[in-house]
C-alpha cells in the first residue's frame, strides 16, 4: 500500500513545485512591461526613476513630492516598491525617496560592502549627494537594520529615525535555534516562537543560487504565506515584481549577502553608543523584539504594535502607517 501511495505523493509534489516554477516564468518573462520600474512608476504620478553613484556602488531611487526629505529603506524580499501604497499621500508633505539599496533591484551588486555599516554608509552619501544636510529616515526589515545603522554611524545626518518590525542584529541573533519549538511551527508565523530557518539558509553560499535562479518566487510564496496576515496585501503583480528582482543569481547571491554579515553587524552593534534622535518603532510579529531593542538601543523611543498586520505593515497596513507617519515626522 505505501508504495503505490509512493508514487501519488510525488505527483502532488510534482504539481504543486511545477504551479511555483509556472508563476515564477511568468513574473520573469511575461508581463515584464508592466513590473519594470519604469512601468511601475508611471502609476505613481509626480514620482520619478534617478541614480547616483555613491561610496563606489551605483543606487537607483525612487523620488516624488516636496518638503523635507524622508528615505524608505525597503527589505527582504522586496525593492523601492514595497512602499508603493504609502508614497503618494506621503509625498503631500514631505520629499520621498524609496532605494534600492546595494544588493537590491536596479541598484549595483557588488561582491562585498553588505554588512549593514558599509550600506548605511551608502544611504549617508545619497542623502549629501541629493543635498540635503538631514533627512527622516524609515527603514523595514534589512532596511530597518541599514536605518538603524545610519542613525548610529551618522547621527547629524538623521532628523527623525522608523523602525518597522525589524531591529538592528545583537547578540541574540547567535542563539536563534537552529530547529523550532515542538507544535510551533506551522504555515503561518507563532508569533511567541518565530521560526527564522531563512536566515541559516541564507548563509550557505552558491546552493541557494543553484535552488532559486529563475525560481526565486517559490521561496518568496512560502514567505509571504508564513509572514503576512491579509496574503492579498502582496498582490499577483507585486509578487511579479519581486520574483523577477531576485530571479538572477547575482540578486540572489547580493541578497543572502546581508545575511552573510550579521556577524560584522553585531559586533559592530557593540560599539554603538544609544541613540538621541526620536526614534519610532511599529511592529507586527516582531514587536516584542522591536520594542525591548529599542529600549534598550535608543534614549527617545516610542513602540507600538500594528494591530491585524503581518510582517509586511506597508503592504497590509498603509492607512495605519501613514497616521503613524504624519504624526512623527511632522
Not at 513545485?17 to 508592466?34: H, W
Request: without cysteine; hydrophobic residues 40%.
Amino acid at each position: 500500500m505505501n508504495m503505490l501511495l509512493k508514487p501519488i505523493r510525488a505527483l502532488g509534489h510534482l504539481a504543486l513545485a511545477s504551479t511555483l516554477v509556472a508563476i515564477t516564468a511568468l513574473a520573469s518573462a511575461g508581463e515584464r512591461r508592466d513590473i519594470t520600474d519604469a512601468a511601475l512608476v508611471k502609476t505613481l504620478p509626480g514620482f520619478a526613476s534617478a541614480y547616483v553613484e555613491v561610496n563606489g556602488v551605483r543606487l537607483h531611487y525612487v523620488s516624488g513630492g516636496k518638503g523635507e526629505p524622508v528615505i524608505l529603506l525597503p527589505g527582504w524580499p522586496e525593492t523601492w516598491w514595497a512602499y508603493h501604497k504609502i508614497m503618494p499621500d506621503l509625498a503631500k508633505t514631505h520629499r520621498v525617496i524609496s532605494v534600492d539599496f546595494r544588493g537590491m533591484g536596479s541598484s549595483s551588486k557588488p561582491a562585498d560592502g553588505y554588512d549593514k555599516k558599509s550600506m548605511a554608509k551608502d544611504i549617508s552619501e545619497l542623502i549629501r549627494q541629493l543635498g540635503y544636510e538631514k533627512a527622516d529616515v524609515v527603514g523595514h526589515d534589512i532596511g530597518a537594520m541599514v536605518a538603524f545603522s545610519l542613525a548610529a554611524n551618522h547621527p547629524e545626518q538623521i532628523r527623525k529615525l522608523v523602525m518597522l518590525d525589524v531591529a538592528h542584529p545583537s547578540v541574540g541573533y547567535l542563539k536563534i535555534p537552529m530547529l523550532p519549538d515542538s507544535g510551533t511551527f506551522n504555515d503561518k508565523i507563532d508569533e511567541d516562537h518565530p521560526y527564522l530557518w531563512w536566515f541559516a539558509f541564507h548563509q550557505v553560499k552558491g546552493l541557494p543560487e543553484d535552488l532559486l535562479e529563475g525560481r526565486a518566487g517559490i521561496e518568496q510564496a512560502w514567505f509571504f504565506r508564513y509572514m503576512l496576515k491579509d496574503e492579498s496585501a502582496i498582490d499577483k503583480r507585486d509578487r511579479a515584481v519581486y520574483a523577477a528582482a531576485y530571479n538572477s543569481r547575482d540578486a540572489i547571491r547580493a541578497s543572502n549577502a546581508w545575511y552573510q554579515t550579521f556577524d560584522k553587524d553585531i559586533k559592530d552593534s557593540e560599539t554603538y553608543s544609544k541613540l538621541k534622535m526620536p526614534v519610532l518603532g511599529l511592529g507586527g510579529p516582531g514587536y516584542p523584539r522591536l520594542k525591548g531593542a529599542l529600549e534598550a538601543q535608543a534614549e527617545n523611543s516610542q513602540t507600538f504594535r500594528i494591530e491585524g498586520s503581518g510582517h509586511f505593515i506597508p503592504e497590509e497596513k498603509p492607512a495605519k502607517l501613514l497616521d503613524y507617519l504624519k504624526g512623527f515626522l511632522q
